[in-house]
């Protein structure tokens, strides 16, 4: 942790409910180095700083990242090799630099990016993915907080090529800001993650639209659903944006548990059509230990 105090500038490329949180969360936690703002969108990063998300904002990439020891782009999975690129371009081999994401994706995001650098000869620039487990369906800076990352799984998916320091320094800055840093690679991350998290956002998703579909001539489904939809369905909420990107980086997991799926469906219909009372009752009390398991921990 006490390498996150030595920095002198931290950039947040983004700065939204990660990246205005990260920036209290640095601020709270006693960092003394002065906080960047980075983005497109002037009014957004004006709202940050008001907010003391960060201490200075801009949208020049080179204003935002000259002199930084860190950049972290809390910005769509998609995004991050082209702005990767742009640092670069501004850096050169002029300066040290550790540049981390947030993204929910890795595989194929920390591939092209170590690929990048090393066909661009960036020896001074180094990558390290990392993805920190915490967030909401609420978007913006408005809805950042100080103490988001507290006891937060923090995954950092470093590689072969990976720069020992710059694990060390991006493992210290989520512990620094309270979370609880893990290390995957990028593969094992998208999987586990593919189910953990992107699967639960398909489902609830899948699931609100059939429900919505179900109606009679006076009346819709929807107009009787309580407390159970919400808490199924509340992260459908998210923005479809982030999350076609997040589905289209994982494809290959995804498709294989949505394969897991159809096959639990399809035996759970036969077990409905044979009337396997005995059977339902296994499928549904394994479901009720597993949850009860997980309130626990």
């Known amino acids: 942790m006490g390498q996150i105090q030595q920095l002198r500038r931290i950039t947040i490329w983004g700065v939204g409910l990660i990246g205005g949180s990260l920036g209290l969360a640095l601020k709270k936690n006693g960092f003394q180095g002065q906080r960047v703002g980075l983005g497109r969108n002037i009014g957004r990063l004006e709202k940050a700083r008001q ?28 995004l991050v090799p082209v702005l990767v690129q742009q640092i670069v371009e501004v850096v050169g081999s002029q300066q040290s630099m550790v540049l981390t994401d947030v993204g929910s994706t890795k595989s194929m995001l920390v591939q092209a990016v170590e690929a990048q650098l090393k066909q661009q000869g960036s020896d001074p620039v180094s990558f390290v993915g990392g993805h920190p487990m915490a967030g909401s369906h609420e978007t913006g800076v408005d809805a950042a907080r100080a103490t988001l990352f507290e006891n937060a799984t923090c995954i950092v998916t470093p590689t072969e090529s990976t720069d020992s320091d710059a694990l060390q320094q991006v493992k210290s800055l989520w512990e620094f800001v309270g979370g609880v840093p893990h290390l995957l690679s990028p593969e094992i991350h998208d999987l586990l993650i593919g189910a953990a998290s992107h699967l639960p956002h398909l489902i609830a998703s ?4 059939t429900v919505a579909n179900v109606e009679t001539e006076h009346h819709k489904a929807l107009d009787f659903t309580a407390t159970g939809f919400r808490d199924s369905t509340r992260i459908a909420a998210g923005s479809p944006d982030l999350w076609t990107g997040i589905f289209t980086q994982n494809t290959d997991v995804l498709l294989s ?4 799926i159809v096959d639990n469906l399809t035996e759970f219909k036969t077990l409905l059509q044979t009337d396997n009372l005995v059977e339902i009752e296994r499928v549904l009390r394994e479901a009720q230990v597993i949850v009860e398991k997980q309130k626990k921990h």
Do not use: F, K, M, Y
């Open 51 to 78: 907010h003391d998300a960060v201490d200075v904002v801009t949208t020049e990439v080179a204003e935002g990242v000259r002199g930084s020891e860190l950049v972290v782009l809390c910005t769509p999975v998609e």
């Open 206 to 209: 899948l699931l609100t639209n």
């Open 257 to 260: 548990l949505i394969d897991d």
